[in-house]
T-cell receptor, first 114, second 112 residues
Framework: AQTVTQSQPEMSVQEAETVTLSCTYDTSENNYYLFWYKQPPSRQMILVIRQEAYKQQNATENRFSVNFQKAAKSFSLKISDSQLGDTAMYFCAFYSNQGGKLIFGQGTELSVKP | DVKVTQSSRYLVKRTGEKVFLECVQD?????MFWYRQDPGLGLRLIYFSYDVKMKEKGDIPEGYSVSREKKERFSLILESASTNQTSMYLC???????????FGSGTRLTVV
């Protein structure tokens, strides 16, 4: 079965610093997609970044970047220059055509402190 | 601005009641999903639908059913609400799942 694991239930970071959120997954497939979603206190889930497994280059969206290690089945999210508005729950998610659905990790609650 | 709208933000129901959670999307997406979100468990898939009148069970379908009579609307039904169904319910839609989902803002359901 495909699983997604986020081993850090809570993290905190000072404003303007960099933080990395960890995610590992388990699959026997070669072709799949990985996502990070952000859920602020407003509860609206927002897609942060997306990575296609066949692309070796790590995805980047402004201050958000990923470190995708396919062999290690690791997909961490790096947030640079953290802002107060980055305070949210972050979910890692996995999708494969074979599975046909998004599978989510348990979430990491990130607090950015002034 | 594309949207997935859930009819209620907060809902309180009594044990044994039949509960309807409504979700509407305006993006002409074929795929729609219902998840429940619980602390420490992340999001777990209840049901999903790839087309009108079609439905598929997710990982935790027990105690739930769904209805999709129109493309834009996907309803989650709790046939007889129980206290262990107290949770946050999230609806989502997708044009193609490898593009990710667009989520509604959630319904926090409390069953007393």
């Amino acid at each position: 079965a495909q699983t997604v694991t986020q081993s850090q239930p809570e993290m905190s970071v000072q404003e303007a610093e960099t933080v990395t959120l960890s995610c590992t997954y388990d699959t026997s497939e070669n072709n799949y997609y990985l996502f990070w979603y952000k859920q602020p206190p407003s509860r609206q889930m927002i897609l942060v970044i997306r990575q296609e497994a066949y692309k070796q280059q790590n995805a980047t969206e402004n201050r958000f970047s990923v470190n995708f290690q396919k062999a290690a089945k690791s997909f961490s999210l790096k947030i640079s220059d953290s802002q107060l508005g980055d305070t949210a729950m972050y979910f890692c998610a996995f999708y494969s055509n074979q599975g046909g659905k998004l599978i989510f990790g348990q979430g990491t609650e990130l607090s950015v402190k002034p | 601005d594309v949207k997935v709208t859930q009819s209620s933000r907060y809902l309180v129901k009594r044990t044994g009641e039949k509960v309807f959670l409504e979700c509407v999307q305006d993006m002409d997406h074929e795929n729609m999903f219902w998840y429940r979100q619980d602390p420490g468990l992340g999001l777990r898939l209840i049901y999903f639908s790839y087309d009108v009148k079609m439905k598929e069970k997710g990982d935790i379908p027990e105690g739930y059913s769904v209805s999709r009579e129109k493309k834009e609307r996907f309803s989650l039904i709790l046939e007889s609400a129980s206290t262990n169904q107290t949770s946050m319910y999230l609806c989502a839609s997708s044009a193609g799942q490898h593009y990710g989902y667009t989520f509604g803002s959630g319904t926090r359901l409390t069953v007393v």
